[in-house]
């Protein structure tokens, strides 16, 4: 342990420990690529004496495995104000292992759990730690799921813009990995009447076109006032995100399955996006979110945070290019529902409170969340 200037110990991270929970869905949910019934909620604790940062991140239960068997030794011990630091030893310990996919979940549920527990033991914000630059975060509602029925999608985008008063909404497309075009804009057009003129309209094909599809798709979009066209074609093909973007009227945005930094800065430089998107419990954590929307700034792009809208309010505020945060249907009626302290969308922003409770805010309800515990 080492000490201050003052004499006092710095604190250590004393432990690391986790926890999974598995919510089903409230009905059964699909985009263009991928069905789903329930969503998996892995959480990570970091300890230092009695404070404790709560991190998590979406994704396989295995991911806990990876975090006690991997990372928690590694963290354990060191300094708990040197955040970046734990982050590229966690790096390191992972080579053999595999960044990408779960283990890259797992290593960012570790880095916002020390960002949380740095954040409580200085008793401040996480935004404020971060060094905010705005105290609203803009959000779009996103659901719109391709399982849902006419009357079920237009209930929830109402629901949004007129209850709510979020000025932007998104609706998933690309159905059957793109077999379903017809489908895809006729539920694009009834969006378009359920939201009106006035909102924004967007779309998310989950990679589910080829290239030139999507680039006739676009057309059609163009004609329903949608502005944003995301993942149009697997954000893996940067060749063909480019050739969309190229092509396309809407701004095409990707970026939602960077795992690390260097994928940022190869989709960057392939010029394959209009806006970035990262999502901090995938990329990194918020060491890495932080450092992709520099280098899309640098770039002169802004950058979207996807899903997890309690973790990215607080990013969210404490950079200059940040066009919005999805306010995801999936990931917020389980952080509403199992967590203390989320926070309201009405009129189309965030407040993370600047002034507010330590950390990013949100606490888990025990009672709530036990029967959905896995592990």
């Excluded at 779960?102 to 549920?109: K, R």
Aim: charge should be negative; proline fraction near 5%.
């Amino acid at each position: 342990m080492t000490s201050t200037a003052h004499g006092a110990p710095d604190p250590a991270v004393d432990r690391v420990g986790t926890a999974v929970y598995t919510v089903p869905c409230d009905r059964a949910e699909a985009d263009g690529t991928l069905a789903w019934d329930s969503t998996t909620l892995v959480l990570v604790y970091a300890h230092s004496g009695d404070r404790v940062g709560l991190g998590y991140t979406y994704g396989a239960a295995a991911t806990a495995r990876v975090v006690e068997q991997h990372l928690a030794g590694v963290v354990a011990g060191r300094c708990a104000w040197d955040v970046p630091g734990a982050n590229e030893a966690m790096a390191v310990a992972v080579r053999n292992a595999g960044r990408p996919g779960l283990v890259a979940g797992a290593l960012s549920a570790v880095d916002v759990a020390l960002w949380d527990l740095k954040a409580r033991l200085l008793d401040l914000p996480l935004a404020r730690l971060l060094g905010a630059v705005r105290t609203e975060v803009p959000v779009y509602g996103s659901g719109g799921f391709t399982t849902y029925g006419a009357a079920e999608q237009d209930r929830q985008l109402r629901a949004w813009v007129e209850e709510q008063g979020i000025p932007r909404v998104k609706i998933k497309i690309g159905e059957s990995r793109g077999t379903e075009q017809g489908r895809d804009l006729e539920r694009v057009a009834a969006a378009r009447r359920s939201v009106g003129e006035a909102a924004e309209l967007y779309t998310d094909a989950n990679g589910g076109y080829s290239p030139k599809q999507a680039i006739r798709v676009a057309r059609a979009l163009d004609g329903q006032g949608v502005t944003w066209f995301e993942e149009p074609v697997s954000s893996d093909d940067l060749v063909g995100l480019a050739r969309v973007r190229e092509g396309a009227v809407p701004d095409v945005a990707a970026g939602e399955y960077g795992y690390d930094l260097p994928y940022f800065g190869r989709m960057l430089a392939a010029g394959a996006v209009d806006c970035l998107q990262a999502d901090v419990t995938r990329c990194g954590g918020v060491t890495v979110w932080m450092r992709a929307a520099a280098l899309a700034e640098a770039s002169g792009l802004e950058i979207s945070a996807h899903c997890a809208p309690h973790l990215h309010a607080h990013t969210g505020a404490a950079v200059p290019n940040l066009r919005h945060v999805e306010w995801f249907h999936d990931h917020v009626r389980i952080e509403t529902r199992l967590f203390e302290g989320a926070l309201d969308p009405t009129g189309g922003n965030l407040r993370p409170g600047l002034a507010g409770p330590p950390g990013h805010g949100l606490a888990l309800c025990e009672e709530r969340a036990e029967p959905f515990r896995m592990r």
